[in-house]
Nanobody, 130 residues
Framework: QVQLVESGGGLVQAGGSLRLSCAAS????????MGWFRQAPGKEREFVAG????????????YYADSVKGRFTISRDNAKNTVYLQMNSLKPEDSAVYYC???????????????????WGQGTQVTVSS
């Protein structure tokens, strides 16, 4: 059972930056694809960014929702069992609870549906003021 714990959320002004972290309990963390999702009040949970599992030839390809492309960056540190989401040029519409998610063994392709992931963290609140 993989346990995920997010941190780094908070209140920031529009145009500012935050870095979210998600620490995983799993020793074989590198074999998991990771995703970041967000959910605003009254809205569906939506995909933000994903990174595939790492291999000897790739640290894991990344992909993003159009709404965050060029502003957010997902990365992973397999030695620390942690995935990050660097968020720059934040906008009020980025306000939401942000969740990280894990899926075992995805080295290729994209996984942008919540049902694609079997493990979830508890979420961290991000609020962007205008």
């Amino acid at each position: 059972q993989v346990q995920l714990v997010e941190s780094g959320g908070g209140l920031v002004q529009a145009g500012g930056s935050l870095r979210l972290s998600c620490a995983a309990s799993e020793r074989t963390f590198s074999t998991y694809a990771m995703g970041w999702f967000r959910q605003a009040p009254g809205k569906e949970r939506e995909f933000v960014a994903g990174i595939n599992a790492a291999s000897t030839w790739s640290s894991g390809s990344t992909y993003y929702a159009d709404s965050v492309k060029g502003r957010f960056t997902i990365s992973r540190d397999n030695a620390k069992n942690t995935v990050y989401l660097q968020m720059n040029s934040l906008k009020p519409e980025d306000s939401a609870v942000y969740y990280c998610a894990a899926r075992w063994g995805s080295y290729y392709g994209t996984r942008s549906a919540p049902d694609d992931y079997g493990y979830w963290g508890q979420g961290t609140q991000v609020t962007v003021s205008s």
